[in-house]
């Protein structure tokens, strides 16, 4: 199974796709978690990516391309993978298209993590991440709405909403189920 995780800052999205990933044994590829690991390693990537971290903004194509490239290996790709914060606009999901095409795999579902933005705020700010200041967080709100919500449409072939409230455990079977009877 190949399939994208799509859904606003705090709606959990990383927490459900380690479980469901787990659960699907496929492998998960979290570009914000494998970014995230840079920076604290201090590698030359995360020098170069901080900055956009800090302040919430996106981290340049040319710099997240390349390193989804060369997680997307022939492997991984027959293996099967949940993806994680990448494709975040358009422009991305279509460099992924071409990318699969290249390997020979496709999407085959997108998941779309659905909550009022309203109650994700007090989440992230509890969460306490380096970039979940309330600036910052409203910067990525404001970013997801008019970068990432397009692809709601872009993917609305194999698109399946998700409601994302309530607890954990429960979000995690409304996915698997909503997988279970598309596949
Ligand atoms: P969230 O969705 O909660 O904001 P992520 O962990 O997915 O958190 O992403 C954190 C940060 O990593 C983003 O604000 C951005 O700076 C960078 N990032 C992650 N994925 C991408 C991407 N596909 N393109 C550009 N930047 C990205």
Do not use: W
Request: glycine share 8%; with cysteine.
């Amino acid at each position: 199974m190949r399939i994208l995780i799509v859904g606003p800052p705090g709606a959990g999205k990383g927490t459900q796709a380690a479980l469901l990933s787990e659960e699907l044994g496929v492998a998960h590829i979290s570009t914000g978690d494998i970014f995230r690991a840079h920076v604290e390693g201090g590698t030359e990537l995360g020098r170069q990516v901080k900055k956009y971290l800090d302040a919430g903004t996106l981290v340049p194509d040319e710099v997240t391309n390349a390193m989804v490239a060369q997680q997307l290996t022939e492997d991984v790709c027959r293996v099967g993978f949940l993806l994680d914060g990448f494709p975040r606009t358009v422009r991305q999901a279509k460099v992924l298209e071409a990318l699969l095409r290249d390997r020979d795999c496709e999407i085959d579902t997108v998941l779309a993590f659905d909550v009022p933005e309203d109650q994700v705020l007090k989440r992230l700010l509890a969460r306490g991440r380096a970039d979940d200041t309330e600036d910052v967080i409203r910067h990525r709100q404001q970013l997801y709405r008019e970068e990432t919500a397009p692809l709601l449409d872009f993917y609305a072939d194999r698109l399946i909403t998700v409601p994302a409230v309530g607890p954990v455990p429960e979000v995690t079977s409304r996915a698997l189920d909503a997988l279970r009877t598309r596949a």
